[in-house]
């Protein structure tokens, strides 16, 4: 039972351009959410997060949206550089205990 | 600040052993959270602790255990290895329910 959901494995964007990662949970009572980068051969690193109270939380060139009626969350980097170029997941729980991950996004940006 | 390291990062065993994988946390984090991560999967939560005592368990068997000891550093036990059980195994840590760090990780192969 997949409670947390990426459905596109990957995505190729242009340097420069809107990177857009999208995630859906189906879970209502989750109200804390992660957004995690991962490089081969090394562990997840924390990009972005927002709480339930919040629909847009911004870091610099990484926006978080999120839609609660829809339950779906985005992440947005603009611009994007080759160096994004990494697997992104997208986690999400209740009150920050168990965390529920999606499958994962590979975005390539291509110089 | 330390971040959270993980040993060994690569371990490989033979059906039916048992192997120990060790995390220690980043400083002043007591909280320590397991994840295996199987091929082209998210992180699965395997179990959280919190000051030497689990309060959180996902959904694997009684042969994963753990510890966590008074420094907060923790340990992952795999009894009865099976062929399945070849992932990456992630430790995070976290001081609040909003700051979780993770580590590089061990690789585990089972033959």
């Known amino acids: 039972d997949q409670q947390v959901k990426q459905n596109s494995p990957s995505l190729s964007v242009q340097e420069g351009r809107i990177s857009i990662l999208n995630c859906d949970y189906t879970?209502?009572?989750?109200?804390?959410f992660l957004w995690y980068k991962k490089y081969p051969a090394e562990g997840p690193t924390f990009l972005i997060s927002i709480s339930s109270i919040k629909d847009k939380n911004e870091d610099g060139r990484f926006t978080v949206f999120l839609n609660k009626s829809a339950k779906h969350l985005s992440l947005h980097i603009v611009p994007s550089q080759p160096g994004d170029s990494a697997v992104y997941f997208c986690?999400?729980?209740?009150?920050?205990?168990?965390?529920?991950f999606g499958t994962g996004t590979s975005l390539t940006v291509i110089p | 600040e330390t971040g959270v390291t993980q040993s060994p990062t690569h371990l490989i065993k033979t059906r039916g052993q048992q192997v120990t994988l060790r995390c220690s946390s980043q400083?002043?984090?007591?909280?320590v959270s397991w994840y295996q991560q199987a091929l082209g999967q998210g992180p699965q939560f395997i179990f959280q602790?919190?000051?030497?005592?689990?309060?959180g368990r996902g959904n694997f068997p009684p042969r994963f255990s753990g510890l966590q000891f008074p420094n907060y550093s923790s340990e992952l036990n795999v009894n009865a290895l099976e062929l399945d059980d070849s992932a990456l195994y992630l430790c995070a840590s976290s001081s609040t329910a909003y700051g979780y760090t993770f580590g590089s990780g061990t690789r585990l192969t089972v033959v």
């Open positions: 602790y919190y000051r030497e005592e689990e309060n």
């Open positions: 986690a999400a729980s209740v009150a920050g205990n168990q965390f529920y």
């Open positions: 879970n209502s009572m989750f109200d804390y």
């Open positions: 400083s002043g984090h007591n909280t």
